[in-house]
Every structure is written in structure tokens, then in C-alpha cells.
């Protein structure tokens, strides 16, 4: 491909942290709140009531993304470690309530593990503020990226439970990105992979057939003239 580089192959904020730490990290969070923290005889009425919690918290803040129902399932299934199970720019959507739910667990129970929850979720929500910031500061997303994982490291160790705050090797995708791409590359912001998935799925409906035959060529051609159409082009 004319001037591709090797340099240009990186990791990606959508894998490391949407798709990756910071689900871990939502779901560790939720589940320590809803086992530990909230207020009902039932977890079906914990979450009902988190539910409604994080509804009035999206409205208040007016985040762009939100998730359109919350239930035990995306946050822990039967048998595996806490993860969210949100698209990418809703678990970048729920970060700021993930900070808002730490810091009440640690006003309910002021004490060393639950100031380490709140430091730790602090620090990937600060690493998620940097990106909006201009310039980038490099040094200091490499900072809240060591600080994240040494934090997230601490509350791994104190578990008896070894599905609780599971280590994964996208902790090493988090450092390799925001502790070594970032001083070549810049701000992560420049090479997250939302435009890309965005235009996939915009073809993706532009491409949709309500019936009839479903091949390569037909279906490009359907592509081609639906833009032509939305573009005013002639054939």
C-alpha cells in the first residue's frame, strides 16, 4: 500500500480499553456494588434499583451513549470473572457513572479497599479525559495508565475470589498503547477505531436487501446506486 509503515500498526483504544479494561473494570465495580452495597433482600431488586439510578445519573449528565437496560447478566454471567456487557461507546459512556458508584461505596464504607476502587476507576476516567485534552499530554496518560493497573493489580491480590478482578492480558494492551504508542503517536484519540466500525456498519444498512437474491455483485451494485441516489448522481 503506498506509504504504509510499520509504525502505523498499533493497538486500538475500541480493543484495549472499550472492548477490554474498562468493561473489566465497569463490571468489577457494579458487582462489588449490587454483592456489597446496595440496599434490598434480592440481587433482581439491587440491580432494578441501580437501573433506575443510572437512568437519572445519563439524564442529568446527558451522556451521549447510553445503555438501554441493565441486568445481572451484563455484568457477570454464570461462572466468569465481572465484565459489562456493553457496545464500545456505551462502556466509554458509563465510565463517568462507574466513578459516581466507587465514590459511594467508599462514602457508605470509608476504608483502604474501598479507596482503592475509587482511585482506580479515577484513573482510567482520567485517562479517558486526557484524550479529550489539546494538546495531549503523553507523560501524564502514561501516568494514569501505570497508576490504573498498579491499583487494578492491588484489588487482584485481595481476592479470595480468582474470578474477582481477574488479571488479563489486555492490561498489557492498556500499557503497550498509552505508555510507549503514545509518545510516537500522539493522542490515542487519532487512531481509535470508531470511523472505521461506523462506516462498516453505515454500508452494512445501505447494503440491507428486504428480499430477492443476495450475492457479491448484486449486492455491491445495490450499494453503488443507493449512494448514487443519496449523492444526487446520475448512473
Known amino acids: 500500500l ?7 500498526v498499533c493497538v486500538d483504544v475500541l480493543r484495549a480499553f472499550d472492548l477490554g479494561v474498562s468493561q473489566d473494570l465497569e463490571g468489577n465495580v457494579l458487582w462489588e456494588y449490587l454483592t456489597k452495597f446496595a440496599e434490598g433482600r434480592t440481587l433482581k431488586a439491587h440491580i432494578e434499583a441501580l437501573w433506575e439510578t443510572l437512568r437519572a445519573h445519563d439524564q ?8 438501554q437496560t441493565l441486568t445481572l447478566e451484563m455484568a457477570k454471567q ?8 456493553t457496545k464500545g461507546a456505551e462502556t466509554r459512556g458509563l465510565m463517568p457513572f462507574a466513578v459516581e458508584v466507587a465514590m459511594l461505596m467508599h462514602e ?12 482506580c476507576t479515577s484513573a482510567m476516567f482520567d485517562f479517558y479525559m486526557l484524550m479529550s485534552m489539546s494538546p495531549y499530554n503523553a507523560k501524564e496518560g502514561a501516568d494514569a495508565c501505570r497508576k490504573f493497573c498498579l491499583l487494578y493489580k492491588a484489588l487482584n491480590d485481595q481476592q479470595t475470589n480468582p474470578l474477582l478482578w481477574r488479571m488479563k492480558p489486555t492490561l498489557h494492551m492498556f500499557q503497550e498503547l ?9 493522542n490515542p484519540a487519532t487512531f481509535w477505531n470508531y470511523k472505521d466500525e461506523d462506516f462498516v456498519g453505515w454500508v452494512a444498512k445501505l447494503a440491507r436487501a428486504r428480499g430477492g437474491p443476495k450475492q457479491g455483485a448484486t449486492t455491491a451494485k445495490a450499494v453503488f446506486s443507493r449512494y448514487r441516489a443519496m449523492c444526487n448522481l446520475g448512473a
Do not use: C, I, W
Not at 446527558?62 to 445503555?67: D, E, G, I, K
Open 60 to 67: 442529568a449528565m446527558r451522556t451521549p451513549n447510553r445503555v
Open 178 to 186: 498509552a505508555e510507549y504508542s503514545a509518545e510516537t503517536m500522539g
Open 2 to 8: 503506498p506509504g504504509f509503515r510499520l509504525v502505523v
Open 78 to 85: 454464570d461462572k466468569k470473572g465481572p465484565k459489562m456487557r
Open 108 to 119: 457508605q464504607r470509608p476504608n483502604d479497599y474501598t479507596k482503592t476502587v475509587l482511585m
